[in-house]
């Protein structure tokens, strides 16, 4: 049976996860992140969880701290005349929030609930084998940090006792060195599968800070569900003008030109790091675009349908468009893509972003065929 304290403990975190749950579109619709903390936990901000507290009742029925007195009078013990507070009353509610710590598959799940997303099963795609040790057995050598005292002293007990030499009376163990027990590792082969995500931004004038905020939210989110899924997971940036160039995280949200708009450029560079580092046959490639569906030209979005046509979607489990809205975007690409590719197409998925309180949704599109 478990104890009593486990299952209060068991009871609280599920508890968390409902609140966590009940405001997760709140979260993301405000822009709000959970923080990594670094050890496999994140922290997410809730509203407090009140404690259960008894209730008065009749105060003129008596009883313990109960009796005759006036406002300002001194409690039995404090000398001094009492004098009533002094100050104006604030108008604000208190702070009632606090952190609480999730793991990765806790927000997952949390995730996948509100989203009704499925599991993700790789097709067609070769597993990759990885050896882990675990230690789940004893032995009678190693080093002293893996000693098992416990299993040692027993030895110890039993040889002596074996030995004639244990007095009860005296019960003092000594230890030999073949009394010595040690954790002793076993090597457990499994086979899992990686995955790469390739985002693609455009930063041309027309997407501002509101469109990049958006695209920054939903990918913390996407990456927080395909993480859950794979164990082994690499993703890779890319920004666009009129020109693409491969860039760490923290650039690729932060950027902002002026120039006009290729997406055949990103195209292109992401075919090229797929060519270079992610052999379709070892890695689930998953190719995310973000724009406000500006081109250049129609000359170009017909390079950019060869391109995911002969190159990017042969070797992509899916391929997701996101157009943010911006009032100056004219929204053609999406329009464009529609045309090319119907709405069930088996690795083409479109979604349109039009405010934070869409990304939700958005992200339910992109990964609710499990793929």
Not at 83 to 99: H, I, S
Request: hydrophobic fraction near 30%; aromatic fraction near 8%.
């Amino acid at each position: 049976m478990d104890h009593p304290i486990k299952r209060d403990h068991t009871r609280f975190r599920n508890i968390v996860k409902g609140r966590v749950r009940d405001n997760l579109r709140k979260y993301v619709s405000q822009g709000e992140m959970p923080a990594p903390k670094g050890d496999g936990t994140y922290k997410i901000p809730m509203p407090s969880i009140e404690t259960p507290r008894f209730k008065f009742g009749d105060q003129s029925q008596g009883g313990t701290g109960q009796g005759d007195g006036q406002q300002g009078d001194p409690v039995d013990g404090q000398e001094g005349e009492g004098q009533p507070g002094e100050g104006e009353a604030g108008e604000g509610e208190g702070n009632k929030e606090l952190e609480v710590e999730l793991s990765l598959d806790e927000l997952a799940s949390i995730l996948g609930e509100e989203l009704s997303l499925p599991n993700i099963e790789p097709k067609g795609k070769k597993t990759m084998q990885s050896t882990t040790d675990k230690y789940s057995s004893i032995g009678t050598s190693g080093p002293d940090s893996l000693k098992h005292f416990k299993r040692s002293y027993k030895e110890a007990l039993k040889r002596q006792v074996a030995m004639g030499t244990y007095d009860p009376e005296n019960p003092i163990i000594i230890p030999i060195k073949s009394d010595m027990r040690f954790r002793s590792s076993t090597q457990k082969v499994e086979f899992e599968n990686s995955a790469v995500v390739i985002y693609m931004m455009d930063v041309s004038g027309s997407m501002g800070d509101e469109q990049k905020e958006i695209v920054r939210t939903e990918s913390f989110w996407i990456n927080l569900w395909l993480k859950s899924q794979y164990k082994d997971i690499d993703i890779r940036y890319i920004i666009h003008d009129a020109t693409a160039k491969e860039v760490d995280e923290t650039t690729f949200f932060r950027t902002r030109e002026s120039g006009g708009t290729l997406i055949s450029s990103a195209f292109k560079l992401c075919r090229e790091i797929i060519e270079a580092d992610y052999n379709p046959s070892e890695w689930n490639i998953y190719p995310f675009h973000f724009s406000d569906g500006d081109n250049w030209s129609t000359d170009d979005t017909k390079l950019c349908l060869d391109i995911l046509n002969n190159d990017i979607l042969p070797s992509s489990n899916v391929f997701c468009y996101g157009q943010v809205e911006s009032r100056y975007g004219s929204g053609q690409f999406y329009k464009d893509l529609v045309g090319a590719y119907k709405e069930d197409h088996e690795k083409v998925i479109l979604s349109k972003i039009k405010n934070k309180e869409a990304i939700l949704d958005s992200i339910k599109d992109f990964l609710g065929k499990g793929k």
